[in-house]
């Protein structure tokens, strides 16, 4: 199984801040990677598909890069409504499998 | 409008079983597949497996082949999940999602969630 590794596993950040995730994969995955956002108690959201990709709707101050093993999700500038919990998934190879989360929190 | 609508929450011995139904709207069943991931408490995700409605062909993790069961039934837009054999460590929030193959593979449309606690 190919393992995701996030880091880091949380950060404290003010609003505007700029906010990098980093999201290694144990071998190669080429560019498929997905970035989720996860709130208390609610499902999943899709943000960033293909490493790249926006989904629809999501705000453009997402933004994600990367390919092989090392991927990156990026805020441009922090809003409220971004303190969350963020996820990486891999969809190289079954069975598909995700990081370990990185929780944004307000300083 | 997609929309996920999953089976409430259940609670069930250790060695029972539980199976939960997730309802689609839209055109999700005649063009992708539903796949299910469960969340442990305080922990990440792992995927159980998934199904393609129209084909009516499902695809398991390893680890769970033999205790899950994947189904659909075209006729009401619905998917199950079944997973037998319950330990305490099953206990988890399980999601349906709508899994979308176009440049990678993703899932876009998730259900609420269905809490399974597992305890004697």
């Known amino acids: 199984d190919t393992q995701m590794t996030q880091s880091p596993s949380s950060l404290s950040a003010s609003l505007g801040d700029r906010v990098t995730i980093t999201c290694r994969a144990s071998q190669s995955i080429s560019s498929y990677l997905n970035w989720y956002q996860q709130k208390p108690g609610e499902a999943p959201k899709l943000l960033i598909y293909a490493a790249s990709s926006l989904q629809s709707g999501v705000p453009s101050r997402f933004s994600g890069s990367g390919s092989g093993t090392e991927f990156t999700l990026s805020i441009s500038s922090l809003q409220p409504e971004d303190f969350a919990t963020y996820f990486c998934q891999q969809s190289s190879s079954a069975p598909w499998t995700f990081g370990q989360g990185t929780k944004v929190e307000i300083k | 409008q997609v929309q996920l609508v999953q089976s409430g929450a259940e609670v069930k011995k250790p060695g029972s079983s539980v199976k939960v139904s997730c309802k689609a709207s839209g055109d999700t069943f005649n063009s992708h597949a539903i796949t299910w991931v469960r969340q442990a408490p305080g922990q990440g995700f792992e995927w159980l497996g998934g199904i393609i409605p129209f084909f009516g062909t499902a695809n398991y993790a390893q680890r769970f082949q033999g205790r899950v069961t994947i189904t659909a039934d075209q006729s009401t837009n619905t998917a199950y999940m079944e997973l037998s054999s319950l330990k305490s460590e099953d206990t988890a929030v399980y999601y349906c999602?709508?899994?979308?193959?176009?440049?990678?593979?993703?899932?876009?449309?998730w259900g609420q969630g269905t809490l399974v606690s597992v305890s004697s």
């Open positions: 999602a709508r899994g979308v193959r176009s440049t990678s593979y993703y899932f876009d449309y």
